[in-house]
């Protein structure tokens, strides 16, 4: 039985949505890209009394500025540097930011893979960013084990099937590292479930999924902290984006309802939910509140849906079958997708140790 862990992603001092926060995520770029704020960010993990610290290299960002038009540049000599659509960063100034910050995990810099549809385009897009994400591991992992060998590092595996993988693995073979990240935006529950079991028959023992936190996701990853690994953790943004767009999220499903000025509700509609923030109010109510407010208010109901449902599937999840019963009785609004992962995960349970192929073939996935 391991750990399983939800890191609160996108958050700063001005919006905590709670005192006592588990586990925050924060980014190079962001929130540690100069000494002013590294030193918020300190002060926003005393505050909010997290047990758990994740610093994540800022790859993603780093993308998205070079997507805006943006100049990127990865160039150890000169300082880390994020102003306006400049950005430079390498895995140096990563660790560097390790160092000063302390946490207890750090991520190496990778170059991620875009969401592209057809096999030939994701096969141009691996091939094109695999040698910068093979040198940015093992350049990651020497600076760590040098610098900071206290902080554990989680390498990100940027591809799209376990073919592609297997072009990354005899780098990984060679590094020093506790653990991997994986990327979910082009994996269903089987993608996710065979990466997963892959990881397990090289020996990890601790991985992340990145930017999840939806129903299945984490009814996936809470499963595979209790039976298979000694850590599973899970990140997103979620919680404050759905905030911002004034969606409250269901507590039994993740399921999003509008209170924006157009929605109707009964007056007097109950809220779904016993948190210390909803049992005070009803629909109708959040409805009327001024925009900042109702936002704010947001901020913390969705937070502890998110959280409160992972330690419910979690619990849960102690008897594999009744596990199972409780994720369809739970979720029929996604049935499908409920059924999917239910598929995924009853052959991970009982067949976990068998050869990867023959798992490729039950669950599905890219070519070995």
Known sequence: MGYFVNFCAGVHAGILPSINMEAILINVPRDAGT???????LKMLVAARTKHSMLDSGGYQRLTNELKGGVSSSDPSRPLLCRGREMNLAPIHVIQTAVKVQPGIVTALDAPVLKVPSPEKQRREFDAKLP?????????????????????????????????????EPTLSELHYNGLSLPTRNLDAAGIS???????????????????????????????????????????TTWRIDSQHHNYLHPQDLSKISVRQDAVFYDGQDLPCGCPWCSRTSFTQIKHLPGCEKTAFLRHHNYYAIQQLGRELYARSANFDSYIQHLMERNQRQA??????IEALTIVHHRRDDPIETLRQVLGGGRL
Request: charged share 20%; aromatic share 16%.
């Open 35 to 41: 000494d002013a704020n590294i030193r918020k960010s």
């Open 336 to 341: 499908r997708k409920v059924r999917k992962l």
């Open 132 to 168: 910068l994400n093979l040198r940015w591991m093992r350049e990651t992992a020497r600076l760590r084990s040098k610098y900071c060998p206290n902080i554990q590092l989680f390498i990100p595996i940027q591809c799209y099937d376990l073919h592609q993988f297997g072009l990354i």
């Open 194 to 236: 065979l990466f997963l079991l892959k990881f397990y028959q090289m020996g990890v023992r601790k991985v992340h999924l990145l930017s999840v936190s939806n129903f299945t996701g984490i009814a996936l990853a809470t499963y595979f902290a209790r039976y298979i690994f000694d850590w599973c953790s899970v990140d997103a």
